[in-house]
């Protein structure tokens, strides 16, 4: 017997689920390591500002799953719409900080990685449950196993992405602002596509799907 059943990969449904699963977690890597380099080198924010850069999404996080899952509780459909929220809500986001410039005020980091909050939230309750939804029941614990390893895979192979856009920026002189700039808004325009692309399955994939049933 398999480890991973391979006919798992020919239900579309859930195939789709874990690509977009994937990607939700895709920008995580930005937001954790490139945007305290951007308030640090690029800002020149302090390190304590830094540090509490995610606390209002930490608060958010917390609070918020609870009235989403709710929510998304209600009605099958309400699973897609959380997903549109889980993408967009990430790539707006990222899009603000891609213009980050020594000029830019820590407030939009913050402003930004809250509004991530709200993404993480709605994915919480609605991916993981959707595509456990599209498995049979003797395949509930590999389905839903599968999926936190595409999202553990997703940080680790962004990691290597966002260390090849930046450095790509960088290498020349790794010390220069203005480098390190290029270099953050780089890793931050990257994360945005791999998020439009995930937003975009959502809608003219898995909204079909849900509707229908």
Known sequence: EPLIPMYLFKNKKYTVLLVIGFICYFYQN???VYAPVGALQVMKASASLTGALQMPRTILTIILPTIAGVWVG??????????????????IPMLMMAFTTPSTSIILY??????????ES???VSITPSAQS???????GVGT???????????TISAAVFAVAYNACTASDPTNTTLIKNGVNAVFVVAAVVTVAGFILVVTVIRPLMDEK
Do not use: C, Y
């Not at 599209?134 to 509930?140: G, Q």
């Open 30 to 32: 930005a937001m954790n």
């Open 74 to 91: 209600k009605k099958t459909a309400n699973a897609w719409k959380a997903m549109v929220v889980g993408t967009v809500f990430v790539a």
């Open 110 to 119: 913050f402003a930004a990685l809250t509004i991530t909050g709200i993404a």
């Open 122 to 124: 709605f994915r919480a």
């Open 134 to 140: 599209a498995l049979e029941p003797h395949d509930m």
């Open 145 to 155: 196993s599968l999926v936190n390893f595409a999202n553990s895979l997703a940080q």
